[in-house]
């Protein structure tokens, strides 16, 4: 998180009426649809990811219909497990999660559906669990080629920010988001984009009538919210888009992918001798925003983690769900840059050495290559 950002958040808060604050509530909001490329409108609620796909759900789908839930990961799993708690059926694409779903077997499963049961297709554009990304794209082909009339919901909380997401060129009909991923925000603001299709399904169901009803949020004035907007997430949220667009998109987005690069390259070079190893597969499916790294077959990823953080205050995330202790992860979203990148993997390294994991050694020389192939002398 940028100085910039908490140094915004850390004020005083204001009235909602007030200029200042209606001033940012503006910015997140036409910066918010103008980053995940969207002309539609935009509900936010004050609440983490499991918030933003609840309110999703029930708005978008009754009680009792189907959606087929696109296997990926951890976050697929809790999605489908949230939908199951709200009263939604869900039926299970499976997928390989070192590789991510096998676009035919959605076109296939939807062909299969002829009585359109499958309300709504869910996909988790890029798993932080797994460190997979799926080509949006190609999965909207998948289902415009099956003729299926679902809806496309696309949860894209560690993709915004870090990678391109065009929900309305990719024809996306409901996105869903929230603040401390790429947004480099403290949790607690959700959102989600949508399109006149799902406004549309939304106003035909009987959809729950609690805090998260998109039809009451539209009959007040911010057009969004239920209850206190959160004011100080607000006034950060503002600073880090005008952040995103003084640097540019497409340099956000080429920074994101370089310092991936360099990640990835590291753990290429330590896999040799039995170290460990990128879980994701599929190299045209690397994430950009999170690297999760499985541990030698025998080796617990715990002792590396704790082993940084205690000695050189660097915190790794751990991994999730099964893959606790098989894996870790290296985030590489929001506010770093080589210097950060190169610091962590040098202490990776390090800890490797001290506790004798077997790997290659080289991984952080193989990540000085990497960024010096794309070193320009820049100035700003
Ligand atoms: C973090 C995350 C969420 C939401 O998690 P919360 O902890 O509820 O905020 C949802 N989907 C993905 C892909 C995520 O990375």
């Known amino acids: 998180m940028p100085d910039s950002v908490l140094n915004a958040i850390a004020r005083a808060a204001t009235d909602f009426n007030d200029p200042s604050f209606r001033a940012a509530y503006a910015n997140c909001m036409n910066g918010l649809k103008s980053l995940v490329g969207t002309r539609h409108h935009l509900f936010m609620y004050t609440s983490s990811g499991h918030g933003a796909w609840e309110g999703t759900m029930s708005n978008l789908i009754a009680r009792d219909e189907t959606v087929l839930m696109v296997e990926s990961g951890l976050h697929s799993d809790d999605w489908a497990i949230l939908c199951a708690g709200v009263g939604i059926k869900v039926e299970h694409l499976r997928?390989?999660?070192?590789?991510?779903?096998?676009v035919e077997s959605l076109?296939?499963?939807l062909i299969a559906d002829r009585e359109f049961r499958i309300k709504a297709v869910c996909v988790v554009h890029n798993e932080t669990a797994t460190g997979v990304m799926v080509a949006i794209p190609a999965l909207r082909k998948a289902?415009?080629?099956?003729?299926?009339?679902?809806?496309?919901?696309?949860?894209?909380?560690?993709?915004?920010?870090?990678s391109e997401v065009r929900m309305d060129n990719w024809r996306?009909?409901?996105?869903?988001?929230?603040?401390q991923k790429g947004l480099m925000q403290p949790v607690g603001l959700g959102f989600t984009a949508v399109n006149e299709a799902a406004l549309a399904r939304h106003r035909s169901i009987d959809a729950p009538k609690g805090y998260f009803n998109w039809s009451v949020m539209l009959d007040r004035a911010q057009r969004s919210f239920s209850g206190t907007a959160p004011n100080n997430l607000l006034f950060g949220l503002s600073e880090a888009l005008r952040l995103m667009q003084e640097e540019g998109l497409s340099n956000l987005y080429e920074r994101h992918r370089r310092l991936a690069r360099g990640v990835r390259a590291a753990v290429r070079a330590w896999s040799g001798d039995g170290g460990p190893q990128e879980y994701c597969l599929d190299a045209d499916r690397a994430s950009d925003s999170v690297t999760a790294i499985l541990m030698p077959e025998g080796w617990d990823a715990e002792p590396l983690r704790a082993l940084l953080r205690q000695r050189f205050n660097v915190l790794l995330a751990s991994g999730l769900g099964d893959l606790f202790s098989r894996t870790f992860r290296i985030g590489h979203m929001g506010d770093l840059?080589?210097?950060?990148?190169?610091?962590?993997?040098?202490?990776?390294?390090?800890?490797?050495?001290?506790?004798?994991?077997p790997h290659s050694p080289g991984g952080v020389a193989a990540a000085l290559d990497a960024f010096a192939a794309n070193t320009r002398h820049q100035r700003r």
Request: net charge negative; proline share 2%; hydrophobic share 45%.
């Open 143 to 162: 289902i415009d080629d099956s003729g299926h009339p679902a809806l496309f919901i696309v949860d894209a909380v560690s993709s915004i920010g870090c």
């Open 337 to 357: 840059n080589e210097a950060m990148v190169l610091g962590v993997l040098s202490c990776i390294e390090l800890g490797m050495r001290a506790l004798g994991v």
């Open 107 to 109: 076109r296939a499963t």
């Open 172 to 179: 996306v009909d409901a996105l869903i988001g929230s603040s």
């Open 95 to 102: 997928a390989d999660r070192r590789c991510g779903v096998d």
